[in-house]
């Protein structure tokens, strides 16, 4: 499959049941959700899927699920980073070998590298494995931004990094990257509150949590983005914003997501410990929130 990096992808979940176990009828069910919907890919073993919290074999089944599932529809995206270099090296050749088109790999984390050792991090696994990447800047999660440097030295070096998922927030930031890289790979939104922004100043799509929930508002601000209908275009923006506000920042992003999808009546599931289920208030403001957005 041709990789095409534009359009809004869900940086998916994985349902697990009461014993924490991958459901993987639930899984199976919401592909055709999220597909349906109008996605243009699917992220899968991300960080709304808990990819922290699996072990390597579960990794390769939710991966090994979502290809099947998704047979060719649109490019499936795995996550693959992990603390070590050795193990993201392991995790990405089993993407490929599962089927994945491509390679999502976040900075490393828990200890923080500097330049040097984040440059070579990146180099040793682009070297050591044939799959397009996706470089993923997540400073919530990882604690630091990976530095624009880094950034243009990798996208000029290999071009078999593709694209670079931006979670900062920062519209100058993206702003930034765009102006430095965007003439050579895609740069991805990785926050709903700057899908439109970002576009605005030339992203090729957005890789966002609340796309779990609210697939087609995420993907029709892309598409009245696209044919200039800008005025439709902020008014959904508007939209997810809020929504996002609630279901990632008020709380804690996975299980407010998981919680939201259930309300739904789609099967997404429980959070794995230490998560734990968002508390009733919390249920009912989402619950009360969704109206206002189906």
Request: aromatic letters at 6%; one cysteine or more; a negative charge.
């Amino acid at each position: 499959m041709a990789l095409n990096l534009k359009g809004i992808m869900p940086p998916h979940i994985t349902p697990f049941d009461e014993d924490e176990q991958i459901d993987e009828q639930a899984l199976r069910r919401l592909v055709h959700y999220w597909i349906n919907s109008g996605s243009s890919g699917l992220v899968t073993c991300g960080s709304n899927g808990e990819a922290p919290y699996m072990d390597r074999t579960e990794r390769r089944k939710v991966i090994e699920i979502v290809v099947d599932e998704v047979n060719g529809q649109v490019p499936v995206i795995a996550g693959t980073g992990a603390p070590s270099t050795r193990e993201t090296i392991d995790l990405t050749k089993d993407a490929k070998d599962m089927g994945a088109d491509a390679a999502l790999i976040v900075a490393p984390y828990y200890f923080t590298p500097n330049d040097d050792e984040l440059l070579n991090h990146y180099r040793i696994v682009l070297d050591s494995v044939d799959l397009p990447v996706i470089l993923y800047n997540v400073p919530k999660f990882t604690g630091y931004n990976v530095s624009i440097g880094v950034v243009r030295r990798l996208v000029d070096e290999y071009s078999q990094v593709v694209g670079i998922k931006d979670s900062s927030g920062l519209i100058g930031r993206i702003s930034e990257l765009i102006a430095y890289v965007g003439d050579k790979t895609s740069v991805l939104a990785g926050t709903a509150d700057v899908i439109l922004p970002s576009l605005e100043v030339g992203a090729s799509g957005a890789i966002v949590a609340i796309a779990n929930v609210v697939p087609k508002l995420c993907c029709d601000i892309y598409d009245a983005f696209q044919r200039k209908d800008y005025d439709e275009a902020r008014r959904l923006h508007l939209k997810a914003v809020l929504l996002n506000e609630l279901l990632v920042k008020k709380n804690n992003q996975v299980s407010a997501i998981k919680e939201a999808l259930n309300i739904l009546g789609q099967p997404a599931g429980l959070p794995r410990k230490p998560s734990l289920p968002v508390r009733p208030e919390a249920c009912e403001e989402i619950r009360t929130q969704l109206l206002k957005f189906i």
